[in-house]
């Protein structure tokens, strides 16, 4: 079961602590092998349970907070395994292939990574905590930090185009919203 729920990318994140009697240590390496993220026996306590659980909770949230507080995209930082990291890849490839496609939808980003939408909006909220939705308007507001990194001198409008937002007042908006500043005050600081 667990190397069943690890290597199907639709639950592969979704963490698994194997409770059992079976106390060798070639059962508990196996127990990892597969994939488990714990590998507790009987008897157990209760409280080393729940400090298992409350650390795989933390765990996410710190990946989660350091997606969201930093500018730069990496999908190994949220992944967490090699398959969630494939995932993430693809799911990166396609957005910055459309990054200027502002008509570009979840519909077309489940499809080009071959993931049932409501599958992707599991996926993505249990991986970073937001909606596909958000996360491609995420990437594009990240993507516009880094240009404005490397060309403080671009135009709000001509930004605005190159990552797909209809005008530069939403592109503004999001931008302060994410960053504290406008992309004018952004690039001002640099």
């Known amino acids: 079961l667990t190397r069943r729920v690890k290597t199907d990318i639709e639950t592969s994140h979704i963490p698994v602590i194997l409770l059992t009697a079976r106390t060798s240590d070639d059962i508990r390496l196996e127990g990892y092998e597969t994939g488990a993220d714990a590998y507790l026996t009987k008897p157990f306590k209760m409280d080393i349970l729940e400090a298992r659980i409350r650390n795989l909770i933390d765990e996410r949230q ?10 730069e995209i990496r999908p190994a930082n949220v992944a967490v395994n090699t398959l969630d990291e494939k995932l993430m890849d693809g799911i990166m490839e396609s957005i910055q292939k459309n990054m200027d496609n502002p008509d570009y939808s979840v519909e077309e980003l489940s499809s080009d990574v071959n993931m049932h939408r409501m599958n992707l909006y599991r996926k993505l909220q249990s991986l970073v905590g937001m909606t596909p939705s958000e996360f491609i308007r995420t990437i594009r507001l990240k993507k516009a930090a880094q240009i404005l990194s490397e060309r403080p001198d671009i135009s709000i409008s001509e930004l605005a185009d190159m990552v797909g937002f ?9 931008f302060k919203e994410m ?5 004018s005050q952004y690039a001002g600081k640099l």
Not at 166 to 174: A, E, G, I, S
Not at 179 to 183: D, H
């Open 62 to 71: 710190r990946r989660i907070s350091s997606f969201s507080a930093s500018a």
């Open 166 to 174: 209809n005008t530069p007042k939403y592109l503004t908006r999001y």
């Open 179 to 183: 960053f504290g500043c406008t992309p």
